[in-house]
């Protein structure tokens, strides 16, 4: 039985908690029950080259594989990373991703090429007609089908985080004109063994809506996508697995009945713990 959170951030990423540790996750990890947790902090691939690093990579790896040894026997800690932007400079990712013995990698996209992180958009101007809306999803689709070919992702994290922010401005993206699309995705996935993240996050911000939708889930599921990591996305020890179980539920509804996380960099599936 699984009960997990495979999105988790700490003091190490550059909006995290100043006081969550590794240790203090896991701690907390450990009293909630969980049975695997993996911090996956923050390397926004570009923003190195633009000059920021959000990450300390060197002491992050190090503190998070202590907090993993002091753990043994009691949860399986993955060191793992959130990875922004990773085909945008391919060189650095691959770079990046050689340094650290990373057991699991979220592939993620928080904004397109020279363009700003998605939660600056003002959606909410009168310009962002349906129209906009549709051709900036349309542009996260084509990042996104490079992105699942990106060799050491394992997850496709949040691929509606766009979609968060246009909510957020009381309008809404129709997917139905993209459905072609997210199926190539989503067979491509299937068949490269790379994962979908439920990713729960939204429900804490007024949102009450997974990411990807419901009805994305499904289109997954139709096009036999099988692994699934579900996801928090933590930025404080105290919201850990926040939401998890209700993701269970709705994975459950939608006919999935296992779910999966990666020990030693390898997917382990088993059956959802409460469902
Ligand atoms: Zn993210
Ligand atoms: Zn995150």
Redesign the pocket.
Known sequence: MIFADS?THTCFSFDGDPDTTPVLSCERAAQIGLTDLAITD?LDINGSVEGYEPYADGPAAAAVLEAKEQYRGRLHVALGL?L?QATQYPEKSRAALAKHPYEFV?G?L?NLRMAPDFCYFRFEHPDFGPALIQHYFSRVLDETLELIDFPGIHSL??LT?MHRYVRRAGKDIDFSPFRDRLELLFTRMAERGIALEL?MSNYRRGIPLPMPTQELFRLYRACKGELVTVGS?AHTAGDIAANVLDGYRFLSEIGYSCVTVFRDGKPFTDKMKFI
């Open positions: 999105h923050h959130e922004g979220l993620s928080h994290a949040h985080y990713n996305d």
